[in-house]
């Protein structure tokens, strides 16, 4: 396995590459966990090298985030990457990628002005600006993102199809904690007894996707109030930045419940901002 840093390196590696393997991505900003070795499997099973990028980009955190104290374990990560089957980490230095003249960025409309769009703005703008350029660094034939961080993925999708990268997005399935839990790097932050009440989300999410099989329940207000109650049963000090059920494709509101309706949401939990999402149907 390669360990690279710079990105004229990992570009002239994978113009070398490219000419007769195919190259799977697995953007990350470190501090892996099963979730990610998941996606680093999903990649591997679909192409014939895989690249593992590791850079928390600093330009997707907003001012009052916690970029400075995100957590870190890089020698831990290659060697998790290694077993995983990953054949390439390249963890590109800050200075390099945005140089201090640095003056471009890739902007998404529409679908990025909601939910996390609308709760952290910027957050997006930074997301795609530092895909794009490691679509640009590592030429891909496919990358892979988790479905935890659904809406990203979505704009991630739509800004490969305005802009005609030649990549396939590959979207892979959340994976969770025994509790149901989503697998997340920020997990870390929690103690085993506020752990259990960070589980409320899942709760949450399943109780409403039961009330909508089971109970032909398809108001969205009504799961939304339910939710609520749920959470704040389970965590009292739970505060919910937003409960969305919106379509799958587009991200927009809906009132009713179809077979295409997915629910997202964001809670802090202990002061820890946590996100996830079920299909409702």
Do not use: W
């Amino acid at each position: 396995m390669q360990i690279i840093r710079s990105v004229k390196k990992m570009q002239k590696l994978a113009r070398e590459l490219s000419r007769r393997k195919t190259i799977g991505l697995v953007p990350t900003m470190g501090y892996l966990h099963e979730g990610h070795l998941s996606l680093i499997k999903k990649a591997k099973a679909q192409s014939d090298i895989v690249v593992v990028s590791i850079f928390v980009n600093p330009l997707q955190f907003g001012p009052k985030e916690d970029l400075t104290k995100y957590p870190r374990d890089e020698k831990g990560d290659i060697a998790r990457i290694k077993k995983a089957g990953g054949d390439i980490v390249f963890i590109p230095r800050r200075e390099e990628l945005y140089d201090s003249e640095f003056q471009t960025y890739v902007e998404v409309e529409n679908i990025t002005e909601t939910l996390e769009g609308e709760s952290r703005p910027g957050h997006f703008r930074g997301v795609t600006t530092v895909v794009a350029k490691l679509f640009n660094i590592v030429r891909p034939d496919l990358a892979v993102f988790g479905q935890k961080d659904y809406q990203q993925a979505a704009v991630i999708k739509r800004m490969v199809k305005d802009l005609d990268f030649p990549i396939k997005i590959v979207v892979a399935p959340t994976v969770r904690e025994k509790s149901g839990l989503a697998m997340s790097s920020r997990n870390k932050y929690f103690t085993p007894e506020q752990k259990k009440e960070a589980v409320c989300l899942y709760v949450a999410l399943v109780m409403a996707k039961n009330m909508v099989r089971k109970e032909r329940i398809r108001d969205t207000s009504k799961l939304t109030a339910e939710m609520k109650r749920v959470i704040g049963e389970i965590c009292p000090t739970a505060e919910i930045d937003y409960i969305a059920f919106t379509d799958f494709d587009r991200l927009r509101p809906v009132k009713s419940v179809d077979k295409n309706t997915i629910c997202s949401m964001a809670v802090r939990v202990h002061g820890v901002r946590l996100i996830d999402n079920m299909m409702m149907r």
